[in-house]
């Protein structure tokens, strides 16, 4: 179990590893520094925000002088490069476990940083330390707050579950651990990470959470032949998807024609209502197209509220259930 570690030590300055060339190595060595957004990051920290309700999150790489942002989510604060000295991150990578600092404002050690007297008005701060398979601390994903507060056990918990996926994503080759390379959605692998984070922060917030699932098949497939919809049709329906629905909620293709949506925070009703959305925008994509072809699927839902112990796989196969009792429906 992770613990909650309140430092002690004075924040005038930071604490190097034992061996800081060789850390400074294992960093480059990634080739992740000084890199474009990707996905694969982006939407880990844009669950952190959910999850803990936070208005900020990061992933943060610290190298000799500096700390670097490679994902933020939450609101807009243009904290892209900080000076390593004020670095609530290079304090946090030196630790074992979850550093949390409840009330910077209150703390003589924090309290005369700029992030703190000033935009963006920090005032809570969590980080959870990352490292590289040998060990090497690299930086941090943390979350913050502009007020106050303390972490429960099944928080630091889920802090560190997603540093995890976070390290998992940093040694990933190509960056295509989590990412299907045809659509752009989350891949099978991702979304078995990431969706039972999810479905713990619903439980934990007693909010229900709906599990869409989606067959797609060219218009006239269904019930009279085995043929498969084309690339163009995947990559159009995962775009829609992606572009009509919420940040936060995790998209997935999970097999060759499947795709699944986890909503947290919405039920059956809020499942149809996604599916409108959808319905509209295929509408809209196919009366722009000169010789389209039509995006046929059928689709299932189920749910779990938030007093219920539901597997993702049981979750899947009841939506999977759903979707083959259900009649064809042509968009």
């Known amino acids: 179990m992770p613990q909650q570690i309140f430092p002690e030590t004075d924040f005038a300055g930071y604490t190097t590893t034992v061996d800081e060339q060789a850390r400074l190595r294992t960093l480059a060595a990634l080739h992740v520094l000084h890199t474009a957004p990707e996905e694969r990051f982006d939407r880990i920290t844009r669950l952190a925000c959910r999850i803990f309700d936070v208005p900020f999150a990061f992933i943060t790489l610290v190298a000799e002088h500096y700390q670097w942002t490679k994902s933020q989510a939450g609101d807009a604060v243009d904290i892209d490069v900080l000076p390593r000295e004020q670095s609530f991150c290079a304090q946090a990578m030196s630790e074992n476990d979850v550093l949390v600092i409840p009330d910077l404002a209150g703390d003589p050690r924090f309290m005369d940083s700029p992030l703190v007297s000033g935009p963006p008005y920090m005032a809570f ?96 497939a269904f019930g009279t032949t085995d043929e498969t919809p084309s690339d163009d049709t995947l990559q159009c329906f995962a775009r829609i998807v992606i572009d009509t629905t919420r940040a936060a909620d995790l998209f997935a293709r999970v ?38 072809e039509r995006i046929a699927y059928r689709h299932g839902v189920s749910t779990v509220e938030p007093h219920e112990s539901v597997s993702l796989d049981n979750l899947l196969d009841d939506a999977r259930l759903d979707a083959v009792r259900a009649r064809e429906t042509v968009r």
């Open 255 to 292: 097999g060759e024609t499947t795709f699944a949506l986890l909503a947290g925070k919405s039920d059956a009703v809020g499942a149809e209502r996604i599916i409108e959305r959808l319905d509209e925008a295929l509408a809209a994509a196919h009366r722009g197209q000169d010789d389209p």
């Open 125 to 220: 701060y969590a980080g959870r330390p990352l490292r590289a398979a040998n060990g090497h601390a690299l930086g941090a994903l943390c979350i913050v707050d502009r007020a106050p507060r303390f972490m429960s056990e099944h928080e630091l918990t889920l802090l560190d579950d997603l540093g995890v996926l976070v390290e998992r994503e940093l040694e990933a080759a190509n960056g295509q651990a989590t990412v299907d390379t045809l659509t752009g959605a989350i891949n099978r692998r991702g979304f078995e990470s990431l969706a039972p984070c999810l479905l713990e922060s619903c439980r934990l917030n007693r909010r229900t959470a709906a599990l869409l699932y989606f067959e797609l098949a060219p218009a006239h």
